[in-house]
T-cell receptor
Framework: AQSVTQPDIHITVSEGASLELRCNYSYGATPYLFWYVQSPGQGLQLLLKYFSGDTLVQGIKGFEAEFKRSQSSFNLRKPSVHWSDAAEYFCAVDTGTASKLTFGTGTRLQVTL | NAGVTQTPKFQVLKTGQSMTLQCAQDMNHEYMSWYRQDPGMGLRLIHYSVGAGITDQGEVPNGYNVSRSTTEDFPLRLLSAAPSQTSVYFC?????????????FGEGSWLTVV
């Protein structure tokens, strides 16, 4: 069965600093990969997704993620964080079957001014 | 566009009470699902459906029932609520045409069982 690991439960960065959120997955083949963001009291919003092709994918709000097959990773990055980016971020893996969207446990991002 | 609509947004139940969380989508998606979100656990799949009349269990199905009589609706029933079912519940849908389609989430239902 596939699994997703987000090793950082909580990250604090200063506004304007760069950000990298880690995501590692376990699956025998190349899965479909997603990053979602959840603001407090809200639902989940898709930031970006990777299916195939270029391993560096661009998303909304200035986020990007890079798929590295050799490391089974799909880390999320942003060059300069804004205070409004404070939220919880979830990495998810989809193996292509209807029922198998598996989420990581999330990383809560705090942004200091 | 309504997308995925969940009701109610907030609910407090007493142990042993029953209730139904409603979910409707207007995107003609074949696939619908229910997740629960608990601190430090991420989202865990409760039940899912790939079409009207077809449902199946996810990772944490115990204590929950579902049915899918129409493409649009996928209600989640708690027959006898327990404090362990205090959680945030998300309904989601996606198209099954093609591969790796985006899954769309409702805004969540906050349930407290006392």
């Amino acid at each position: 069965a596939q699994s997703v690991t987000q090793p950082d439960i909580h990250i604090t960065v200063s506004e304007g600093a760069s950000l990298e959120l880690r995501c590692n997955y376990s699956y025998g083949a190349t899965p479909y990969l997603f990053w979602y963001v959840q603001s407090p009291g809200q639902g989940l919003q898709l930031l970006l997704k990777y299916f195939s092709g270029d391993t560096l994918v661009q998303g909304i709000k200035g986020f990007e993620a890079e798929f590295k097959r050799s490391q089974s990773s799909f880390n999320l990055r942003k060059p300069s964080v804004h205070w409004s980016d404070a939220a919880e971020y979830f990495c998810a893996v989809d193996t292509g079957t209807a029922s198998k969207l598996t989420f990581g446990t999330g990383t809560r991002l705090q942004v200091t001014l | 566009n309504a997308g995925v609509t969940q009701t109610p947004k907030f609910q407090v139940l007493k142990t042993g009470q029953s209730m139904t969380l409603q979910c409707a989508q207007d995107m003609n998606h074949e696939y619908m699902s229910w997740y629960r979100q608990d601190p430090g656990m991420g989202l865990r799949l409760i039940h899912y459906s790939v079409g009207a009349g077809i449902t199946d269990q996810g990772e944490v199905p115990n204590g929950y029932n579902v049915s899918r009589s129409t493409t649009e609706d996928f209600p989640l029933r708690l027959l006898s609520a327990a404090p362990s079912q205090t959680s945030v519940y998300f309904c989601a849908s996606r198209s099954l045409i093609g591969s790796g389609n985006t899954i769309y989430f409702g805004e969540g239902s906050w349930l407290t069982v006392v």
